[in-house]
């Protein structure tokens, strides 16, 4: 086995050539440093993606290593990413209910399938599909989803809680409602503190890691004034009625969901069978999905009103008696408490996706934390893979996979361009696939290149992947021994870090620049950034939506190429006459062509050339400019040989230049060649009108061609230097006669 190949299978071995102790210590700073940035983000980013904080903590354990070993950049900083968390939510949230085992079974799974899509990609070398996502698209996309992003975080900054709506747009409209009369007030302090620290210190030095300071400063608060302050109640212990009704309520809806969605899990098993045996036209495949559809209208009616239901339980605020916390009892604060000693607090009820334990009923007059954190690693195993929920999650995999990929490979070239080093894209696909598959064998969801850490890490020195390995041991001690330090961290500060992280990535600026540059572009990331934030949370929608309209913009400039008669112009090129006001031969018309003669334009070129031609009763030659012709299909060749015909047929002689070497194959291949003649292909413009330009002016009465003579450029003159000029004895130097040489 060669070293070459040897190096390509294992690309980590070229760090230790020059290795040394300097280079060491460069890597151990970066791999600390990151890891104070990691530890929380990566937190906060396993939340937004729907799953409990500690699986971030997983996520950041072997995908960083894997992917620095396997990849090509040395600084590319690879875990939880705030836009593929965003994305893993609304993969799995049609699925399975966020947070609970199904979701955290998915999310793993989804890991796994995103990994195996970006490696075969980066082993069949396909890596240049990633520019199916064109740059607007990216644009447009990564601008409504850090808007989305840190939209989603109000809730937790203000400490209310609100049923998911159908579009985003509606669940923000419901935060604001809920923010304005049950804002708690202690939350939005510890976030506005944490937003606060960070901006500070990352204006007085971007090295000091300000979201670590930011943790610990809200941890030890929360700590310290017992921030999250919960309990267990009977139901007994609750004096109102209303609420009794509620919870019965709420836990028999959540039965009913439950009941009916195992049902329609059986059934549609049932009806599979049924159509892999029968066809989907059997009767009794019919009346099996009339009962699937059914359910489904059942359990939407049953959602609703579980969603009410947990509403109004959460808007109840309750007064608790001045007892032993085992006798206290609670009332609703609306009704008349006299003759109650109250503890001073105001308690609501904690109400997740599940049924309520009526003999343990949590309540809380605090914040939210993150919690218990389980101490130790993740179990290691196979993901279980379920190949009904794999077909479900295969489109938004492939998207997750080609998005994230692009938001690692930008970051990675950013930094080679810093660090003069070399970039193999094929590769870092491998690199980021096997962090995916790896890392889910250790429980983690899917990851990319985070851009702020791995500027952190090229900031700190970092020489080599041995930083980001360094940074992996770190979240192997933390979850090993700190983890019941992060009880207390609060979710409002987790929240703040999102916001704080993502709202970088709003850039109007791209939007200005895409304009600018071609105004299709502009209006691909415009239409890209606007379906984005009115479909969410169906990102997909979005992106899908980009990716189509920037193929049909493409095809419809390749249908319509741009088209110009040339002339000569003062500088002694040949440009397009319309644009520069230049003189026009009547004899000879020299048509630039800028395009790929293909099946999709191949009339366009015909048409334009007839147009010239009926406008120009004294023409005699055609030169067509094929520079800009890359691709010449069978299409093309046909329709060049029918313009051919009808020109000839005309009289009107034809030729062509710039053609390069495949297209000329193709010419030749065909016998184009021998039907335009050898002598009638050119290499430039100005040997071809130096060859056919006395032919083309036989018997002429034109004077002065514009192909041949350069235009006189009359250049401006005030008429203050008129007076100094005659002054000085020179009458009007500027109508004075020069020669060739353009000397007087």
């Known amino acids: 086995m060669s070293l070459k190949y040897i190096s390509r299978v294992f690309p980590f071995l070229s760090w230790f050539k020059g290795y040394s102790s300097s280079y060491f210590r460069r890597d151990l700073t970066g791999g ?153 007030w202690p939350t939005l302090a510890l976030a506005v503190l944490a937003i606060t620290t960070m901006i500070i210190l990352r204006r007085i030095n971007p090295r000091i890691p300000n979201v670590l300071i930011a943790v610990l400063i809200t941890t030890v608060i929360s700590w310290s004034i017992g921030f999250e302050r919960t309990a267990e109640v009977a139901i007994g212990q609750i004096e109102s009625d209303d609420v009794h009704t509620l919870i019965n309520g709420f836990n028999k809806g959540v039965s009913g969901v439950d009941e009916n969605t195992a049902e329609r899990v059986s059934l549609r098993v049932q009806y599979d069978s049924l159509v892999e045996a029968y066809g989907d036209k059997n009767r009794n495949a019919l009346s099996c999905m009339h009962q699937i559809e059914l359910l489904n209208a059942e359990l939407d009616e049953l959602a609703y009103n579980v969603g009410q239901s947990r509403t109004s339980l959460r808007r109840y605020r309750l007064i608790g008696t001045d007892e032993s916390p085992g006798q206290q009892h609670f009332y609703p604060y609306s009704e008349s408490l006299a003759d109650v000693d109250s503890d001073g607090h105001i308690w609501r009820l904690k109400i997740g996706n599940g049924q309520l334990n009526t003999d343990a009923l949590t309540i809380s007059s605090g914040g939210a934390v993150v919690g218990t954190i389980p101490q130790g690693l993740p179990k290691f195993g196979l993901p279980v893979i379920d190949f009904s929920i794999v077909f479900a999650l295969l489109p938004m995999a492939m998207i997750i996979s080609l998005l994230g990929f692009m938001e690692a490979i930008s970051i990675a070239k950013a930094m080679a361009a810093r660090t003069g080093q070399r970039l193999d894209v094929n590769q870092e696909l491998i690199g980021q696939g096997l962090a995916n598959i790896i890392g889910s064998f250790g429980q983690s969801y899917a990851v990319s290149g985070s851009f702020s850490r791995s500027a952190v890490n090229l900031q700190a020195g970092a020489m080599t992947g041995l930083s980001n390995a360094i940074s992996s041991m770190v979240v192997v001690i933390v979850l090993l021994f700190f983890t019941p330090l992060l009880y207390h961290l609060p979710q409002a500060v987790l929240a703040s870090i999102i916001i704080m992280a993502v709202i970088g990535l709003v850039s109007l600026k791209s939007f200005i620049h895409a304009w600018k540059t071609q105004w299709y572009d502009g209006l691909i990331g415009i239409t890209t950034f606007i379906c984005t934030l009115l479909f969410a949370p169906h990102l997909d929608r979005g992106i899908i939506i980009g990716v189509i309209l920037s193929l049909l913009l493409y095809m419809i400039r390749n249908m319509k190429p741009v088209i110009a008669l040339l ?142 003579e350069r235009p006189f450029k009359h250049w401006p003159i005030s008429p203050e230097a008129q007076k100094s000029i005659q002054a000085q004895g020179d009458a009007d130097p500027i109508n004075k006669p020069r020669d060739s040489s353009g000397e007087e």
């Open 32 to 184: 600390l440093t990151v890891a104070l940035v990691l530890i929380p983000q990566s937190m906060a980013y396993a939340q937004l993606a729907g799953l409990p904080a500690y699986y971030g903590l997983y996520a950041a354990l072997l995908p960083p290593i894997v992917a620095s070993l396997f990849g090509s950049s040395r600084q590319l900083a690879t875990g939880p990413v705030a836009i593929v968390s965003l994305m893993t939510a609304t993969a799995l949230e049609p699925l399975a209910t966020a947070g609970s085992g199904n979701f955290i079974a998915y999310a793993v799974l989804l890991a796994l399938m995103v990994g195996i899509f970006q490696f075969l990609l980066g082993v069949v070398r396909l890596g240049l599909v990633v520019n199916f996502l064109s740059h607007p698209v990216v644009s447009g996309f990564t601008n409504a989803g850090a808007l989305i992003i840190a939209s989603s975080q109000l809730s937790k900054l203000f400490g209310v809680y609100v049923e998911k709506g159908e579009h985003h747009y509606e669940t923000v409209y419901g935060v604001i409602k809920e923010a304005i009369s049950f804002t708690h």
């Open 567 to 708: 002339s000569l112009h003062v500088d002694g090129t040949y440009r397009n006459q319309s644009r520069f006001d230049l003189g026009q031969c009547p004899h000879i018309a020299v048509i630039r062509y800028a395009g790929s003669l293909i099946f999709s334009n191949v009339n366009y070129l015909e048409n334009q050339v007839l147009e010239t031609v009926s406008r120009m009763p004294e023409l005699r030659h055609v030169l067509i400019v094929g520079n800009g012709i890359n691709e010449l299909d069978a299409s093309g060749a046909d329709a060049l040989s029918v313009l051919i015909d009808r020109l000839r047929g005309q009289g009107i002689l034809f030729s062509v230049s710039g053609l390069n070497d495949s297209v000329t194959d193709v010419l030749r291949r065909t016998g184009l060649t021998a039907k335009i003649g050898e002598n009638n292909l050119y290499h430039n413009v100005a040997r071809s009108i130096e060859n056919i330009w006395e032919k083309a002016h036989v018997d002429s009465k034109e004077s002065t061609c514009p192909l041949r």
